[in-house]
Antibody, heavy 121, light 108 residues
Framework: EVQLVESGGGLVQPGRSLRLSCAAS????????MHWVRQAPGKGLEWVSG????????GYADSVKGRFTISRDNAKNSLYLQMNSLRAEDTALYYC??????????????WGQGTLVTVSS | SYVLTQPPSVSVAPGQTARITCGGN??????VHWYQQKPGQAPVLVVY???DRPSGIPERFSGSNSGNTATLTISRVEAGDEADYYC???????????FGGGTKLTVL
């Protein structure tokens, strides 16, 4: 069974940092690209960042570029998001999700349950 | 950057057909994917590559895509279909994933 379990969320002050993790199981992790998608309270889905299977291709939404860093450790079946210089508008539920672009599958077929990040003083 | 436009809300009576649109410049040249999200739950893929259904998704869910509009069609709508629906594409020019703003489906 495919499982994606996010962790690391919490309450953080503006300007501070936070690191999210996503533990993957039930599939061959390094066969897939991985992504972070967030959802602010009462709002829609926003793609944040994605990373290819070998970390050779990385992308960021304009809203987080220069502040957030995505990474993965295939040996640990884990995905990470280092979030620096956090702002109130980064407050959201952060989901981990996978795609399979090597097979031409650019859709998110599995999602985690999310970890909540609240940026407030 | 590529923009996807959805109506904020759609209402339909039980047993009727709901159509949720997703507009984008020449979206017919892209593959469109649709997600259902119920309150407090993670999104679930209901249609991929314009019109394919993942296993376990009822045949009542179907999709089409042409020109500047993609459409998710839900036939014989049930109370359990009430949810937010999002369209999504991969923008090859930027290598970014893009979501529509979402549509709240209300079953009257």
């Amino acid at each position: 069974e495919v499982q994606l379990v996010e962790s690391g969320g919490g309450l953080v002050q503006p300007g501070r940092s936070l690191r999210l993790s996503c533990a993957a199981s039930g599939f061959t992790f390094d066969d897939y690209a991985m992504h972070w998608v967030r959802q602010a309270p009462g709002k829609g889905l926003e793609w944040v960042s994605g990373i290819s299977w070998n970390s050779g291709s990385i992308g960021y939404a304009d809203s987080v570029k220069g502040r957030f860093t995505i990474s993965r450790d295939n040996a640990k079946n884990s995905l990470y998001l280092q979030m620096n210089s956090l702002r109130a508008e980064d407050t959201a539920l952060y989901y981990c999700a996978r795609t399979d672009p090597q097979s031409g599958r650019y859709y998110f077929d599995y999602w985690g349950q999310g970890t909540l990040v609240t940026v407030s003083s | 950057s590529y923009v996807l436009t959805q109506p904020p809300s759609v209402s339909v009576a039980p047993g009727q057909t709901a159509r949720i649109t997703c507009g984008g410049n020449n979206i017919g040249s892209k593959s469109v994917h649709w997600y259902q999200q119920k309150p407090g739950q993670a999104p679930v893929l209901v249609v991929y590559d314009d019109s394919d259904r993942p296993s376990g998704i009822p045949e009542r869910f179907s999709g089409s895509n042409s020109g500047n509009t993609a459409t998710l069609t839900i036939s014989r709508v049930e109370a359990g279909d009430e949810a937010d629906y999002y369209c999504q594409v991969w923008d090859s020019s930027s290598d970014h994933q893009v979501f529509g703003g979402g549509t709240k489906l209300t079953v009257l």
